[in-house]
């Protein structure tokens, strides 16, 4: 009798299992948001029997809110400090019961994200069934190199000696390229800065170049490395026979090489 119960059990739970990983439907979405960084958001669609008792969420494993319409009512706002990213959240209802709704998360970096940046989004119903699901969302905080900047100085003792400066921006840290022809050549000074604002990279590099001794044109590339993957910008190239102030700008189209491992 004891083993019957047991099996029935089972039973019943696995069809409750199955039932529940049909009987939510969530998504999750993520875009990313200049000026800000990027906004997850979590949205939920139940039966029209069901009703919702809780989302819960969290950022690698770690709960760090939970809305319960019970408590909270039709929406809940709360901001999250950190010391290395502000979460701003904004739940509400968009369905009698809770049946349909969202939790839209805004990621908002203090300092240099990693790579990527780890969310869960977990919805349960009410008795008696008490529903759940859940659904992890991989973060990917790549923004590709923005086409590069090109300026120049001149020397009044020296006309055919220039100083190109070259500038991008991305996450992570671009890298400036440069070449003279087809010859990869060293800058003679590079330096980046993270903006706060822009929640970017801002990155510049200084080549001192002198026309006569090589009478080639100069390209500055930005390109980005995201694991083991080159993301590679709109590169900007200078010719010794441009007038002053000008710069050949290349046209390019934003193009991904991924590396030998």
Request: proline share 7%; hydrophobic share 40%.
């Amino acid at each position: 009798m004891g083993d019957q119960l047991a099996c029935i059990t089972l039973a019943m739970f696995a069809i409750l299992s199955e039932a529940a990983g049909e009987a939510i439907d969530l998504k999750i979405t993520a875009e990313r948001v200049p000026q800000v960084g990027w906004e997850v958001r979590c949205s939920w669609s139940m039966l029209p029997n069901d009703t919702l008792q809780s989302v819960r969420l969290q950022r690698n494993g770690q709960q760090f809110m939970i809305y319960r319409p019970e408590i909270h009512g039709t929406a809940r706002a709360e901001v999250f400090p950190a010391a290395d990213v502000v979460l701003e959240v904004q739940c509400a209802l968009t369905a009698e019961l809770g049946r349909r709704g969202d939790c839209l998360l805004s990621v908002q970096p203090r300092l240099p994200p990693p790579t990527e940046l780890q969310f869960s989004c977990e919805v349960s119903g009410e008795r008696p069934t008490f529903v759940i699901e859940r659904k992890d969302y991989t973060l990917k905080t790549l923004v590709p190199p923005s086409v590069a900047k090109l300026e120049r100085e001149t020397y009044d003792s020296t006309p055919d000696r220039v100083m190109l400066n070259c500038s991008s921006t991305g996450l992570p840290a671009p890298i400036l390229q440069w070449t003279v022809g087809e010859d990869k050549v060293q800058a003679d000074f590079s330096g980046r800065l993270w903006n706060g604002t822009s929640k970017l990279w801002h990155v510049w590099s200084s080549l001192a170049y002198t026309r006569w001794q090589r009478p080639s044109t100069v390209t500055c590339s930005p390109e980005v490395l995201y694991h083991h993957t080159v993301v590679r910008g709109t590169p900007v190239a200078y010719s010794g026979s441009n007038s002053l102030g000008a710069a050949n700008i290349l046209v390019g189209i934003l193009t991904v090489v991924t590396l030998r491992r």
